[in-house]
């Protein structure tokens, strides 16, 4: 008889233990888990770390006049003085006259939803007519290839004068970057390297920059040196 009762009472006192020790067990499993979840986070925190530290020391090791020419290929704003700037003196270097330029005009809001929605940049046409010998025109081809600034020729039209000169009108399109949003995921920078061999690339070395846009000022007095 008093086995059974101790048997019992051992019995008794497992399902009591059991019953009391569960829910701190399931608590522990579950902080082991978030404990674990954490590790990972802090991991991926330091791993992030050591790769912006990489890119920043890759970005700062490039020239800064290579990075300069680097953003003229798609500027981020339309920098339509600087466009103009680089068409007069790309013409007036060749001898050739620069008659007109015109940027066209801003698209309608559908056809903004269209390239907001489809392209990575903003697109900027622009048309302008020159008068030139054939050979300068040529030359001036060749110097919008090199331009470091993108530009495609779309369209080119000409009409001949009574002298040995053409008036030719040509149509070209060229981009500027959009509005850079703000990285949403870290996560992607695991993704991104900087190759900065670019920078030596031959066809990169050999793109023209155009001159600085020089902001205009009014104009000073006649003679300075007289009273105001």
């Not at 003085?81 to 330029?101: N, Q, W």
């Not at 940027?103 to 559908?110: D, V």
């Not at 500027?176 to 900065?196: C, F, H, M, P, R």
Request: hydrophobic fraction near 40%; charge should be neutral.
């Amino acid at each position: 008889m008093k086995s059974i009762v101790a048997l019992i009472l051992v019995v008794a006192g497992i399902a009591l233990i059991f019953w009391a020790a569960k829910p701190l067990w399931t608590e522990a499993s579950a902080l082991r888990i978030e404990r674990n979840n954490v590790d990972l986070v802090l991991s991926d925190l330091i791993n992030l770390r050591t790769t912006r530290d990489e890119l920043l020391q890759a970005y700062n090791s490039i020239n800064k006049s290579d990075l300069d020419k680097l953003g003229r290929i798609v500027p981020p704003t339309p920098d339509s003085a600087g466009l103009l700037v680089y068409l007069e003196k790309t013409t007036s270097d060749r001898g050739i006259r620069l008659r007109r330029a015109e940027f066209e005009k801003e698209p309608t809001n559908q056809q903004k939803t269209i390239q907001a929605t489809s392209l990575n940049y903003n697109i900027l046409p622009i048309s302008f007519t020159i008068s030139s010998a054939y050979d300068s025109f040529k030359s001036f081809l060749s110097a919008l290839e090199r331009s470091a600034r993108v530009m495609d020729v779309t369209d080119i039209s000409f009409t001949v004068s009574k002298t040995n000169l053409f008036e030719f009108t040509i149509k070209t399109k060229t981009y500027y970057s959009k509005e850079q949003t703000a990285i949403k995921e870290l996560q992607g920078l695991k993704n991104i390297s900087i190759d900065t061999s670019f920078f030596n690339d031959p066809q990169f070395v050999e793109l023209d920059t155009a001159p600085i846009a020089i902001p205009t000022t009014g104009e000073g007095r006649i003679n300075p040196f007289l009273p105001f």
